[in-house]
């Protein structure tokens, strides 16, 4: 995120929530111990991930998850929220070093 907005990141929700504003057609999901999705006024924030997640591979999985949510016509902000949320459920109760991406879908 900080290679797009060109700067570091020091506070990621008001950030995101600025980018947002800027951006109103986009929507976008910031990983991290709290996931933040951001659409023009609407922000949500996930915090139920694991540190399973964090794993090569996790974030190229949630990103195929929203884009069938996309595909099946779901609007931008919805899809990521529905997205997120599933892949942090999915990561619940799992061994955080036996988890790969691949048991995700």
């Known amino acids: 995120f ?10 990621a929700f008001r950030q995101l929530q600025q980018f947002a504003k800027t951006y109103p057609q986009t929507a976008i999901a910031l990983k991290g111990p709290s996931t933040l999705i ?16 964090a794993k090569g591979g ?13 595909a099946a016509g779901t609007k931008p902000y919805k899809a990521a929220c529905q997205a997120v949320a599933a892949h942090a459920q999915f990561s619940q109760n799992r061994n955080e070093n036996r988890l790969l991406a691949s048991e995700l879908f």
């Open 38 to 53: 951001a659409h023009n006024q609407e922000m949500a924030i996930c915090d139920f991930g694991s540190p399973a997640l």
């Open 2 to 11: 900080s290679r797009l907005i060109g700067r570091p990141i020091d506070n």
């Open 58 to 70: 996790s974030g190229d999985v949630l990103a195929g998850m929203i884009l069938a949510r996309l």
